[in-house]
């Protein structure tokens, strides 16, 4: 996978597209961080990822149980939304280390809130608007492993 990538969406069909393009590449044991504002396409592109591992399922936003399991793809999905987060002890309570270190690939929203218990070569997935560019356009960069 590239360490560094700039993707250009202009509608939701992109944006989940680039997605799935990401979950076809995704190996086990990796951490993709996805950052951006509310409303900005995440749960679109998660879902293309989620198709891109093989999931066929619905795939929602799990903004109020903190974490969505999918078993059925290639590898198992384990999508976290951990915006609601009070305090990053709530993810030892998750057994988020289960996750983390598991069988399967992670898929964090909000991850910023939980910087603290992040390991070492996560990957970053940030959605940006541009409404100079249009309503509909975003701007997905990827960046490589993350140091801690």
């Known amino acids: ?22 979950g076809e590449m995704a190996r086990k044991g990796e951490i993709f961080l996805l950052e951006g504002d509310l409303g900005v396409g995440k749960t679109v592109f998660s879902k293309g990822f989620a ?19 999918y078993e059925e793809g290639r590898i198992p999905l384990y999508h976290f939304d951990v915006y609601r987060i009070a305090d990053v002890e709530e993810m030892f309570e998750l057994g988020y280390e289960g996750y983390f270190f598991g069988e399967g690939v992670c898929l964090v929203e909000w991850a910023s809130r939980i910087r603290q218990i992040l390991p070492a ?24 492993e993350e140091e801690k």
């Open 1 to 22: 996978m590239a360490e560094n990538m700039i993707r250009e969406s202009f509608c939701e069909e992109d944006t989940f597209r680039i997605g799935r393009e990401l």
């Open 51 to 69: 198709e891109g591992l093989g999931i066929t399922e619905p795939v929602t936003s799990p903004t109020f149980t903190m974490i969505q399991e």
């Open 121 to 144: 070569g996560c990957r970053r997935i940030e959605i940006k608007k541009d409404l100079e560019r249009g309503f509909d356009y975003r701007r997905i960069m990827i960046s490589g």
